[in-house]
């Protein structure tokens, strides 16, 4: 059974950082492009950010270019968002799910999600 399950979201105060973790189970991770998608309230959900099955291509959409960094580590069956410098249209549940591949539009499993709030 596929599972992922969302960390490291929390209250942080605009311009400051957070680390998300997306860690995999029932399945081997590097079979997988991951994404990382946002949903704040009364908003469609959007792609942030998305990690080729190794690393190799990675992918922003152009708010969080040069602020957000996804980073994966198959042999712990992890996916980061390092987010820095936030502001608070940040704010949002952030997901991360399991794709064929990042241009794919369909996905294999979603997490949960954890909540990042941006606010002073």
């Known amino acids: 059974q596929m599972q992922l399950v969302e960390s490291g979201g929390g209250l942080v105060q605009p311009g400051g950082s957070l680390r998300l973790s997306c860690a995999a189970s029932?399945?081997?991770?590097?079979?997988?492009?991951i994404g990382w998608f946002r949903q704040a309230p009364g908003k469609e959900r959007e792609r942030v950010s998305c990690i080729s099955k190794w690393g190799g291509v990675t992918t922003y959409v152009d708010s969080v270019k040069g602020r957000f960094t996804i980073s994966r580590d198959n042999a712990k069956k992890t996916v980061y968002l390092q987010m820095n410098s936030l502001k608070p249209e940040d704010t949002a549940v952030y997901f991360c799910a399991a794709k064929g591949s990042c241009r794919d539009p369909s996905v294999a499993s979603w997490g949960q999600g954890t909540q990042v709030t941006v606010s002073s």
């Open positions: 029932g399945f081997t991770l590097d079979y997988y492009a």
